[in-house]
């Protein structure tokens, strides 16, 4: 299958402060990327889809100005996470996939993200 | 809106044993459905895709099924080992909107 990288694949942060979180399709041009959020011992949950070239759009309930993602090429996107506070602490994980319609969504490994 | 429901939420096994995980889906309008593990704080591992034509498909000892009409897929674990004890997570890709929804996942383990 396709690779989906994602970088870091950890990283501790102090409150108040910025992480970026980078998402890569590595032998594919992704033109839509989506990004999860999973907290402890509970599932994925979808928190926005990006296209490459237009705004992202976002689930119900996730802030837009907190998470801001960035889809400026067809082969990466960026989640960052503003002004950190300990309860964005979660595992971050990024899809993508490629065409329009119904094509497979590929993984990355995910990030865990630590804000102290 | 797609929402997507795994049963049981935990399941404890001897080793050996053969067992089914179930997932069942509102909204039948899917391209595709996936069988994803995952083991604590680690990412997806892929186990099996299943597009919306197709009723089943199989990788080893694993087996899974699809009835779109009905919203349901089932996981078939066969000869269950200690190694197979994980998260096993339900994913479901719709035509509307193309986003892939997930289960709240099995919690697995498989006793020596």
């Known amino acids: 299958g396709a690779v989906v990288s994602q970088h870091p694949s950890r990283v501790i942060c102090k409150s108040g402060t910025s992480v970026k979180i980078e998402c890569r399709s590595l032998?594919?041009?992704?033109?839509?990327m989506f990004w999860y959020r999973q907290f402890p011992k509970q599932s994925l949950m979808l928190m926005a889809t990006?296209?490459?070239?237009?705004?992202?759009t976002y689930e119900q309930g996730v802030e837009k100005d907190k998470f801001l993602i960035n889809h400026a090429s067809l082969t990466l996107s960026t989640l960052t996470v503003t002004s950190a506070h300990p309860e964005d602490s979660s595992f971050y994980i990024c899809?993508?996939?490629w065409g329009v319609g119904d094509t497979e969504a590929f993984f990355g490994q995910g990030t865990r993200l630590t804000v102290v | 809106k797609q929402e997507v429901t795994q049963i049981p939420a935990a399941l404890s096994v001897p080793e050996g044993e053969n067992l089914v995980l179930n997932c069942s889906f509102t909204d039948s309008a899917i391209y595709n459905l996936q069988w994803f593990s995952q083991d604590p704080g680690k990412g997806l591992t892929s186990l099996l895709l299943i597009q919306s034509s197709q009723r089943e498909q199989t990788s080893g000892r694993l087996n899974a099924s699809l009835d779109k009409s009905s919203g349901r897929s089932t996981l078939y674990i066969a000869a269950s080992q200690p190694g197979d004890s994980a998260t096993y997570l339900c994913?479901?890709?719709?035509?509307?909107?193309?986003?892939?929804?997930f289960g709240a996942g099995t919690r697995l383990f498989v006793k020596a």
């Open positions: 990006s296209n490459e070239g237009s705004k992202a």
């Open positions: 994913a479901v890709s719709s035509t509307g909107g193309f986003k892939t929804i």
């Open positions: 899809s993508a996939r």
């Open positions: 032998d594919f041009q992704a033109t839509t």
